[in-house]
Nanobody, 127 residues
Framework: QVQLVESGGGLVQAGGSLRLSCAAS????????MGWWRQSPGKPREFVAA????????YYADSVKGRFTISRDNAQNTVYLQMNSLKFEDTAVYFC????????????????????WGQGTRVTVSS
């Protein structure tokens, strides 16, 4: 049974920073890629960032490029999302997801191709 557990959410002022973590656990689980999505009230879930666990290739939504950084610790099967220069519109519940097998990089920004999802961690940015 694979579990993804997010942490690090909270309340921060606009312009501030937060670091989210997502730890993947499960017997012999070695994901190909992991990613972050977010969902605000009344809006669909949207892609934020993704990373391949072996090569470390990264992918970002245009709305967070230059402000957010995704990284990974393979030994811990953990992915991080460093969020800087936070804006009010970054307020959302942030979800972590993991993809088991290899896939073309274009698909890493599409949630349908992920196998496992976490429960989410809430990020609130006050203006």
């Amino acid at each position: 049974q694979v579990q993804l557990v997010e942490s690090g959410g909270g309340l921060v002022q606009a312009g501030g920073s937060l670091r989210l973590s997502c730890a993947a656990s499960g017997r012999a689980f070695n994901p190909y890629g992991m990613g972050w999505w977010r969902q605000s009230p009344g809006k669909p879930r949207e892609f934020v960032a993704a990373i391949t666990m072996s090569g470390g290739s990264t992918y970002y939504a245009d709305s967070v490029k230059g402000r957010f950084t995704i990284s990974r610790d393979n030994a811990q099967n953990t992915v991080y999302l460093q969020m800087n220069s936070l804006k009010f519109e970054d307020t959302a519940v942030y979800f972590c997801a993991a993809r088991s097998g290899a896939i073309a990089s274009d698909f890493l920004s599409q949630g349908v191709y992920y196998d496992y999802w976490g429960q989410g961690t809430r990020v609130t940015v006050s203006s």
